[in-house]
């Protein structure tokens, strides 16, 4: 009988050891001492803007207005100044990474300059892009040739967790809705607590204990590395006339609902629905591993001073995954409230092909991910490495991250889902999709729990239906390598 996993092949174990070394040793910040060394003012002289350069997109952020920083222009214009190599700004969620944030923010402003790190709490990636980039936009077209060439070569850092890091793409792709190419790539400086898009894209799963010299090689590596492509996927959601309570910054209230009416609406549909969208990057799932997800944000978010870290983030996570009834669920529940498959349909369209499919939702399941990455959970790889010979009997494809497909996998309760990411057992595997219509009913559920990149909301329900449709979007996000 034909295994999942390729767990017996001894060549695979061998890599697999040396990776999990690897990030060991990067976790640790002891890959540091492997490098050369990195000279702080020749670095600085790489990365630091010209100061007009800086004060007018500072002036024309502050003040949200395009010609909010003229007077620098007109005052020094770019003649015989030298424009940095490697022109790079910086985001940073000061808040996120415990009691790293407020430091890291003072490291990387002395390593590069204040005004060209930003405090996600004082200024928000859009208004970068509007004003900001709009400066330098319009001062390159209007000659500058300093400008332009720093429009031109700018990269983003950003110092935060995988919600930090989908914002900031996500307001980036506005360059690419509107034309206005270049688009910056961006590299990671993980403070999350899990870290799946950082760990994907060689940035490692925490900050090094080694954590001043790192961020110097995490710079000069920004400035160095190959840019590489990874697709991203827009959420529509179309409820009855209620509203999500406190959504997360990946989902936004829109007037419009586009859902694809190639799939006709079965029932009753409500007078008034009212529609969100928004965009991911690594995963969307529903089901338990979202309400674990909701109550741990609730909590960090009430008494900010039990989150100090990663480490302890992940003490408080387990702690919820066990009294929110994922191992063990209440005798006294109603069999019906258990799974997923009660309340939930699912369609695809599989790729290359324009026509909807249903699948079924197997019983047992109460958590269901649809997943871009190999890295879900903290560097897990729930979907696993498939032998081809499994592949082909399942007609699926190897999985990656820019491949048009999200791959689709249920987690049965705690247990289950806790074999999976020690790579005991394998997930779920439901379907390879290249788009996702998710149908919710509520009768008994008064409410379901989602999540995008680890932002996680309470779906309130009804005896209408809640859709939620998830297709690629027509552009591929830029992320530099950080291997």
């Not at 369609?347 to 399941?365: A, D, F």
């Not at 959970?377 to 979907?383: A, F, I, L």
Request: net charge neutral; aromatic share 8%; with cysteine.
């Amino acid at each position: 009988m034909d295994t999942p996993t390729s767990a017996g092949d001894s060549s695979t174990a061998r890599i697999v050891a040396r990776s999990s070394m690897i990030d060991s040793i990067k976790a640790c910040g002891l890959s540091s001492l492997t490098g050369f060394r990195i000279d702080k003012e020749e670095l600085r002289r790489r990365l630091l803007m010209p100061q007009y350069l800086r004060l007018a997109m500072q002036d024309s952020i502050r003040k949200k207005d395009v010609d909010g920083g003229d007077q620098h222009f007109l005052l020094h214009g770019s003649v015989d100044i030298l424009c940095p190599e490697n022109p790079t700004v910086v985001f940073i969620n000061s808040r996120s990474g415990g009691r790293h944030g407020p430091v890291l923010k003072e490291r990387l402003q002395q390593l590069i300059s204040e005004e060209q790190v930003f405090d996600l709490q004082d200024v928000k990636p859009h208004e970068f892009v509007r004003y900001g980039l709009t400066c330098l936009d319009k001062w390159a077209n209007n000659g500058d040739l300093c400008a332009k060439e720093t429009r031109h070569n700018i990269r983003v850092v950003v110092a935060g967790g995988d919600g930090t890091v989908g914002w900031v793409l996500g307001c980036l792709g506005e360059l690419h809705q509107k034309g206005r190419e270049p688009v910056p790539p961006v590299a990671i400086i993980p403070l999350g607590t899990g870290n799946d898009l950082s760990r994907s894209f060689g940035w490692g799963g925490s900050i090094p204990f080694a954590w001043k010299s790192a961020i110097k090689r995490t710079l000069h590596r920004a400035t160095t590395g190959p840019i590489c492509r990874l697709d991203s996927w827009h959420v529509v959601l179309q409820m009855p006339g209620m509203e999500v309570v406190d959504p997360p910054h990946s989902l936004k209230a829109t007037e419009e609902c586009a859902l694809d009416q190639t799939l006709e609406i079965e029932g009753d549909v409500p007078d008034k629905v009212n529609c969100y969208e928004g965009v991911f990057y690594n995963y969307f799932s529903i089901g338990m591993d979202a309400q674990v997800a909701y109550g741990f944000h609730h909590l960090r978010n009430e008494k900010p001073y039990l989150a100090q870290g990663p480490i302890t983030n992940k003490i408080i996570y387990s702690g919820y995954s066990c009294s929110q009834g994922w191992f063990l669920t209440p005798c006294i529940n109603d069999p019906s409230l258990r799974g997923l498959k009660n309340i939930l349909r699912i369609h695809i369209k599989r790729v290359n092909c324009s026509e909807w499919e249903q699948i079924p939702v197997p019983k047992s399941v109460r958590a269901i991910v649809a997943l871009n990455l190999h890295n879900y959970g903290s560097g897990r790889n729930p979907w696993g490495n498939l032998k081809p010979e499994y592949l082909e009997k399942r007609g699926f494809v190897e999985a990656h991250a820019d491949d048009g497909l999200l791959e689709i996998f249920g987690l049965k309760q705690g247990w289950h889902a806790s074999f999976v990411m020690v790579d005991l057992i394998s997930a779920k595997h439901i379907a390879q999709a290249a788009s996702i219509r998710m149908e919710l009913r509520g009768g008994e559920w008064k409410d379901a729990y989602m999540q995008m990149d680890g932002e996680p909301w309470k779906q309130p329900m009804s005896e209408y239906s809640t859709f939620v449709e998830i297709k690629r979007v027509p552009f591929q996000s830029l992320v530099i390598s950080g291997e």
